[in-house]
């Protein structure tokens, strides 16, 4: 038998390659896209600058010998993984296939996948992970559970040292849902994403309540009720490009900072309609998200968990081409209080943008805690402290505007000058105080209320008589625990002079492990 000739060899190569790219099979492949989703490589095709990724370890097969496992080709062992450029920056990622055993995780399908994660963590760049899975291979019953124990670990490892963007584009249950809760941020397809621990079959048996699929982990559920994913697209093309945008506010890895898009100038520009935005009363509601509108350079802000704890908004955006991450409280959903969800939805923006050397600019209109048996019973104490650590913990420049209310502890979690904000602004708008006057003259005035010959007049002209002496922000302005008092129409420009004078910020803090946040 002769030797084969150098052309065999590499018409081998192109055989075997073409195998490997029809994955499971053409009716497989139909299969998924009538299913309204993309094949594993063209999702990537997708993510990368023109089309273009180098694939890594596409050799790779099963090690399975159970269970008629024997002798079975799996492409790729089910995933994709890959290296490229995202807006002319190096990335790595893994795509799961659908098309080849359900893209069920065995072995040698983790071990790919933990192979790209180490190669981003070496060169400190991003790893995007495409979740489209039946789950753990209940052929590879012992590598499947260490594989997935392995991804979480690297996971781990990853976490705050380089970006971590899971996108939820088919089934992702059990065990398999923790990676992605593992990661900085989660995007899902509504409609065909599906994510959840246990399945309504499940769910059913043990509890006896029925519900959907979609109900239950699609991906509207997931985005509002219990706030796991943060960004929902209509399809796979949308949720890529949710992900392009999301990683152009974030640097590379942690001793990087953000990518700027200016040229070192401050626009200076003063909006007239951000005198009128506050009403007159108090008690009166508006949007907060139209003053951050005004403020930050135009279609800059990419608001995160939009669906879930609405009366707290997180966000990135830019000023002047610099990217900033914007925590404030939204007056028109249950008047700006924070509550558990919003606690957490907060913390964890707040330890991200820490994490990747993002500044922070708070706006606060809040009139405290939410009150209420159920939030005492859920833990608003633990999850309030997790901001009051957060803010005190983060490192990058922290510059507050007190729009309007700023009572209590509350405001104290909205990053006060005692939490060390480097820089404070009050509205005139503004109103610092323990508590609210009409709180603060029940407690004070009890009796000189009850003896009055008009009681409900007297208690009025006492909340207006506290009103003005404390509840306003010349006090705190006197006392330093606000900088500056602007007016609303200069926002802009007194931010845009406090980052560029905290660009150099150094904040040495005590050696330790790690702080121990109020889980």
Not at 422 to 447: C, H, N, Q, Y
Request: proline fraction near 5%; include cysteine.
């Amino acid at each position: 038998m002769s030797m084969a000739t150098v052309k065999e060899k590499i018409e081998e190569l192109k055989k075997k390659e073409a195998e490997i790219l029809l994955g499971g099979g053409l009716d497989k492949i139909e299969a998924q896209h009538n299913a309204g989703k993309l094949l594993a490589r063209e999702r990537l095709h997708l993510l990368f600058d023109n089309g273009f990724y180098d694939e890594i370890n596409k050799f790779v097969e099963h090690s399975g010998d159970s269970f008629g496992m024997e002798g079975k080709k799996l492409p790729g062992d089910g995933v994709v993984t890959a290296m490229g450029a995202i807006n002319g920056r190096l990335a790595y990622a893994s795509s799961q296939d659908f098309t080849v055993m359900g893209g069920s995780v065995g072995g040698r399908h983790a071990w790919k996948i933990c192979e790209v994660m180490l190669k981003a963590l070496k060169n400190g760049v991003p790893y995007i992970a495409f979740n489209d899975s039946g789950g753990a291979r209940i052929q590879e019953p012992i590598n499947s559970l260490r594989g997935y124990g392995e991804i979480f670990y690297h996971n781990v490892l990853l976490s705050g040292v380089v970006p971590q963007i899971a996108i939820i584009a088919g089934p992702c249950a059990g065990g398999a849902a923790y990676s992605p809760a593992l990661m900085d941020f989660i995007i899902m397809v509504q409609g065909i994403g599906k994510l959840f621990i246990a399945g309504p079959n499940v769910v059913k048996e043990a509890t006896g309540v029925a519900i959907t699929a979609e109900e239950l982990g699609g991906a509207m559920a997931q985005a509002s009720h219990s706030g796991n994913v943060h960004f929902v697209a209509q399809n796979d093309a949308e949720a890529i490009e949710i992900c392009k945008r999301l990683l152009s506010y974030m640097p590379q890895n942690n001793t990087e900072n953000p990518p700027s898009y200016g040229d070192g100038t401050i626009q200076i520009i003063e909006d007239p309609y951000l005198n009128e935005i506050v009403p007159d009363d108090h008690r009166e509601a508006y949007d907060m998200m139209e003053i951050l509108l005004r403020v930050f350079d135009p279609g800059s802000i990419m608001e995160v968990q939009e669906h879930f704890a609405k009366n707290m908004i997180v966000a990135f955006a830019r000023l002047n081409g610099n990217v900033v991450g914007i925590v404030a409280n939204q007056p028109k959903e249950k008047f700006g209080c924070i509550d558990i969800d919003a606690s957490d939805k907060a913390s964890r923006f707040i330890r991200f943008c820490n994490a990747f050397n993002i500044p922070l600019i708070s706006f606060v209109d809040v009139p405290g805690f939410l009150p209420g048996v159920e939030q005492e019973f859920g833990g608003i104490i633990r999850h309030g402290a997790k901001m009051l650590f957060s803010f005190s913990a983060a490192t990058v420049p922290k510059v507050t505007v007190i729009v309007r209310k700023a009572y209590g502890g509350a405001y104290l979690a909205m990053s006060a000058k005692s939490l060390g904000a480097d820089r404070v602004a009050a509205w005139p708008t503004a109103e610092i105080a323990v508590m609210g006057a009409e709180g603060a003259v029940s407690v004070l005035f009890k009796d000189e209320i009850k003896n009055a010959p008009d009681p409900k007049a007297k208690r009025r002209e006492l909340i207006e008589e506290y009103r003005i002496q404390f509840a306003s922000p010349y006090p705190a302005a006197e006392s330093g625990l606000v900088d500056a008092i602007i007016e609303p129409m200069k926002t802009r420009q007194y931010l845009s002079i406090a980052l560029e004078s905290l660009k150099n910020k150094r904040d040495l803090r005590p050696q330790k492990k790690h702080g121990l946040i109020p889980l």
